[in-house]
């Protein structure tokens, strides 16, 4: 396995283009104060070196948003059906997480009952053991 190295520069930079990705390089160097030409290398380089693994952006919609929590059986390949769930229409994040869940699934739908059919499907896996929705209300994105 490679280790991915990352100083407080790549850090930085990091956590500048988490809260704006589509921040130009000349804004984020001069924040930083550096030349855009360092922070366009380091980006190119973490690209390629997968520590940065894509570019996205966050809608604000009108539409219905929850985090699905999911227990499985403990003898169940949690990789797998987290993968499976990535897939779904209206799905847009999956993490694999500790504590008494073992998947959360963010999931971005127009209707209620898009959700709930989300939720029916994941209901249909032998080794779930359990779900827990929770609507989001409100979101709040972090500031620069």
Partial sequence: MVTLMIDNLDKRIL???????????VEVASQLGVSEGTVRSRV???TEEGIIRGFTIKTSSKNVKALVEIRIDVNTDTEVIAKELASYEGVTEVFEVTG???IIVLVDVDTSQNLNDI???VRRYENILSTRTRLILKEHFGEN
């Fill in 15 to 25: 956590e500048i283009m988490r809260k704006d990705s589509r921040r130009p390089f």
């Fill in 44 to 46: 190119h380089r973490m």
């Fill in 100 to 102: 008494d869940q073992d």
């Fill in 119 to 121: 939720i029916e499907r």
